[in-house]
T-cell receptor, first 110, second 114 residues
Framework: KQEVTQIPAALSVPEGENLVLNCSFT??????LQWFRQDPGKGLTSLLL?????REQTSGRLNASLDKSSGRSTLYIAASQPGDSATYLC?????????FGTGTRLQVFP | EADIYQTPRYLVIGTGKKITLECSQT?????MYWYQQDPGMELHLIHY???????EKGDLSSESTVSRIRTEHFPLTLESARPSHTSQYLC?????????????FGPGTRLTVT
C-alpha cells in the first residue's frame, strides 16, 4: 500500500516562529507532490505543487522541498502568524489520483 | 482563484432518502474527483472522471454513484442514505493549461444522515 505519513500530527507554536512540517511516502516513483491547507469544516486550498523533476517550490512565506530518494517532503513556514492556523495536508500523485496523508493540525497563538 | 462550487454546503437528512450532491466547475477542467473525509481522517477518493461520459470508482468503496454528462458538472447520488454515509464530501477538478495535474477543491458538503 502506498502510504503517506505526516509528522507531527499536531503542533502549537507562538506567533513568529519558523516551522517545518514533514511528509513521507513509501513509493519513490512519484509524479508530483502537492501541499494543501484545510480550515475547519472547509475544502482544501492548494498551496504548492512540486513536480517530480523539481527540488523545491516557494510561495511567499512558504517553501516546500522534495527528496524523492528518501521519500520525503517538507513544508517550511517562515514567521508564522495566527492566520496560518489550519490543517496542512500533503498528497502524492499516483497517475491521476492523489494519495493523502492524515495532516498536521497547526495552531499559531498570538 | 479556483472556481469550483458545491451545493448544498450542509445537509441533514433522514435514513432512506435519495440525495444528490452537486459539483460544478467553470475552469473547463477535464478531470473531476469526489473524495470522502471523516472528521480527523484523511481524504479517500471514491469516484473520478477523465471527461464527459467517463466515470471510475476510486480507492474507497462507496455506495454512491456519479455521472458526467457535461464537462462542468459532476453530481454524486446516494439512492438511499444511511447513517454510515455521514461524512464530508469534497469535489475537485484538474486539467488546466498551466498545470494539468494540480487539483482544485470545492468547499465541501457536510452530510448528516439521521
Amino acid at each position: 500500500k502506498q502510504e503517506v505519513t505526516q509528522i507531527p500530527a499536531a503542533l502549537s507554536v507562538p506567533e513568529g516562529e519558523n516551522l517545518v512540517l514533514n511528509c513521507s511516502f513509501t513509493d519513490s516513483a512519484i509524479y508530483n507532490l502537492q501541499w494543501f491547507r484545510q480550515d475547519p469544516g472547509k475544502g482544501l486550498t492548494s498551496l504548492l505543487l512540486i513536480q517530480s523533476s523539481q527540488r523545491e517550490q516557494t510561495s511567499g512565506r512558504l517553501n516546500a522541498s522534495l527528496d524523492k530518494s528518501s521519500g520525503r517532503s517538507t513544508l517550511y513556514i517562515a514567521a508564522s502568524q495566527p492566520g496560518d492556523s489550519a490543517t496542512y495536508l500533503c498528497a502524492r500523485r499516483d497517475t491521476d489520483k492523489l494519495i493523502f496523508g492524515t495532516g498536521t493540525r497547526l495552531q499559531v497563538f498570538p | 482563484e479556483a472556481d469550483i462550487y458545491q451545493t448544498p454546503r450542509y445537509l441533514v437528512i433522514g435514513t432512506g432518502k435519495k440525495i444528490t450532491l452537486e459539483c460544478s466547475q467553470t475552469m473547463g477542467h477535464d478531470k473531476m474527483y469526489w473524495y470522502q473525509q471523516d472528521p480527523g481522517m484523511e481524504l479517500h477518493l471514491i469516484h473520478y472522471s477523465y471527461g464527459v461520459n467517463s466515470t471510475e470508482k476510486g480507492d474507497l468503496s462507496s455506495e454512491s454513484t456519479v455521472s458526467r454528462i457535461r464537462t462542468e458538472h459532476f453530481p454524486l447520488t446516494l439512492e438511499s442514505a444511511r447513517p454510515s454515509h455521514t461524512s464530508q464530501y469534497l469535489c475537485a477538478s484538474s486539467g488546466g493549461l498551466r498545470n494539468s495535474y494540480e487539483q482544485y477543491f470545492g468547499p465541501g458538503t457536510r452530510l448528516t444522515v439521521t
